[in-house]
């Protein structure tokens, strides 16, 4: 019984480190004030954040009951850890360079997606600790992608110690992508699309397949939509967070539609749980 206990409070203290560890990809600075390659080399670490965030969900049983391989799943998650605290270190020799108006502009998209993936993947952890440290960025390309790159690696290594069930794992990548692609920037191939395929083929390939198979679904045109009052409106789809079933396919266009007198209203398709509305 001991030695049971004993597992069991490795396995907690795991659980534990790899939800700080999850935070911690938080800490870096993104916003359309930093240059676009810089923004997308941001997405390519949140995207690897949200990847090991929905593999903890996945997993946490599993690392409740580790033994045999506790010292290498520590050790992988202490040199992700390393690699942050060296980067930041780093990051205090280089200042921001100018950013043009443009160019300002042209970043929206890709600081959005990365504020959504995080947000995604913070869902379980936003009580953290973690969260109360300070920011940091880091103003060298080449060495800021190598930190993505080399964080990508290790978390596929933390990943292949304990491999989730494919279908689940393809479930919840769905309802990310599902997620994500109602999101401005990528509605009708909005200007972040592209990116965030590119980022996800790099880092992350489950969610790109998601992001494939939904991107074929359902297609939303709004025009001339508007509320009076204390309508309240919802437009486009609704997806609850524990939704793993299908998505119906389709193209809808909505035009000349009005909420009014304290009405509510929603215009697209909504999949499980409560109504968009539920507060």
């Given at each position: 019984m001991a030695e049971a206990a004993g597992l069991a409070v490795g396995g907690v203290a795991l659980v534990s480190l790899v939800d700080t560890t999850i935070?911690?990809?938080g800490l870096i600075e993104s916003g359309a004030s930093y240059g676009r390659t810089y923004n997308q080399i941001a997405l390519k670490l949140s995207l690897s954040q949200l990847r090991l965030a929905r593999?903890?969900?996945?997993?946490?049983l599993a690392m409740l009951s580790v033994t045999s391989d506790a010292d290498k799943f520590e050790e992988l998650l202490g040199e992700i850890e390393a690699n942050f605290e060296d980067a930041q270190s780093i990051s205090k020799q280089y200042k921001q360079g100018p950013i043009t108006a443009d160019n300002q502009e042209n970043n929206i998209p890709v600081a959005a997606l990365v504020s959504r993936v995080r947000t995604l993947a913070e869902t379980r952890q936003e009580s953290s600790s973690v969260l109360k440290k300070a920011r940091w960025a880091l103003h060298d390309e080449k060495r800021f992608n190598r930190l993505a790159n080399n964080q990508s690696k290790l978390v596929d290594e933390l990943i292949d110690l304990f491999p989730a069930a494919q279908e689940q794992q393809m479930q919840v990548a769905r309802r990310d992508a599902?997620?994500?692609?109602?999101q401005p920037e990528l509605v009708n191939n909005g200007p972040g699309r592209q990116i965030l395929h590119e980022a996800a083929e790099e880092v992350f390939p489950k969610l790109l397949a998601g992001l494939q198979e939904v991107g074929a679904g359902s297609k939303y045109t709004f025009r001339n939509i508007s509320?009076?009052?204390t309508a309240r409106q919802s437009n486009g789809e609704h997806v609850a967070k524990n939704y793993k079933g299908r998505f119906l396919k389709g193209t809808f266009n909505y035009d000349k539609i009005s909420a009014a007198d304290g009405s509510r209203q929603s215009n697209g398709n909504s999949y499980g749980g409560k109504s968009v509305f539920d507060d």
């Amino acid at each position: 019984m001991a030695e049971a206990a004993g597992l069991a409070v490795g396995g907690v203290a795991l659980v534990s480190l790899v939800d700080t560890t999850i935070n911690t990809f938080g800490l870096i600075e993104s916003g359309a004030s930093y240059g676009r390659t810089y923004n997308q080399i941001a997405l390519k670490l949140s995207l690897s954040q949200l990847r090991l965030a929905r593999w903890r969900d996945s997993n946490e049983l599993a690392m409740l009951s580790v033994t045999s391989d506790a010292d290498k799943f520590e050790e992988l998650l202490g040199e992700i850890e390393a690699n942050f605290e060296d980067a930041q270190s780093i990051s205090k020799q280089y200042k921001q360079g100018p950013i043009t108006a443009d160019n300002q502009e042209n970043n929206i998209p890709v600081a959005a997606l990365v504020s959504r993936v995080r947000t995604l993947a913070e869902t379980r952890q936003e009580s953290s600790s973690v969260l109360k440290k300070a920011r940091w960025a880091l103003h060298d390309e080449k060495r800021f992608n190598r930190l993505a790159n080399n964080q990508s690696k290790l978390v596929d290594e933390l990943i292949d110690l304990f491999p989730a069930a494919q279908e689940q794992q393809m479930q919840v990548a769905r309802r990310d992508a599902q997620d994500l692609v109602q999101q401005p920037e990528l509605v009708n191939n909005g200007p972040g699309r592209q990116i965030l395929h590119e980022a996800a083929e790099e880092v992350f390939p489950k969610l790109l397949a998601g992001l494939q198979e939904v991107g074929a679904g359902s297609k939303y045109t709004f025009r001339n939509i508007s509320t009076i009052g204390t309508a309240r409106q919802s437009n486009g789809e609704h997806v609850a967070k524990n939704y793993k079933g299908r998505f119906l396919k389709g193209t809808f266009n909505y035009d000349k539609i009005s909420a009014a007198d304290g009405s509510r209203q929603s215009n697209g398709n909504s999949y499980g749980g409560k109504s968009v509305f539920d507060d």
